[in-house]
């Protein structure tokens, strides 16, 4: 790999884990370990209920509540 700055490379060297480390079956958000830390236990339970709510949909990309969207955007590549 010639650049390894490029953000897909640095996206794949991001611990990214759920809210509670468990498997996600798809109803959960993967998130970066610092942007997961700065949520606080409510954040992590909106942002989990949206996922969960568009995956019943079948939905596989689910938007963030904004106002957690915005608090963990500074942690995205």
């Given at each position: 790999?010639?650049?390894?700055?490029?953000?897909?490379?640095k996206?794949?060297k991001?611990k990214?884990?759920?809210?509670?480390n468990s498997?996600?079956?798809?109803?959960?958000?993967y998130?970066p370990d610092?942007?997961?830390?700065?949520l606080?236990?409510?954040?992590?339970a909106?942002?989990n209920?949206a996922k969960?709510?568009?995956?019943d949909?079948?939905?596989q990309?689910?938007k963030?509540?904004?106002?957690?969207?915005k608090?963990?955007?500074?942690?995205r590549?």
């Open positions: 790999m010639a650049k390894q700055n490029t953000s897909l490379y996206w794949g991001q990214r884990r759920t809210s509670d498997p996600s079956k798809w109803k959960k958000r998130l610092k942007a997961r830390n700065a606080s236990d409510k954040e992590k909106a942002t209920r969960k709510k568009g995956d949909k079948w939905k990309f689910v963030q509540p904004k106002w957690v969207a608090k963990v955007a500074k942690y590549m």
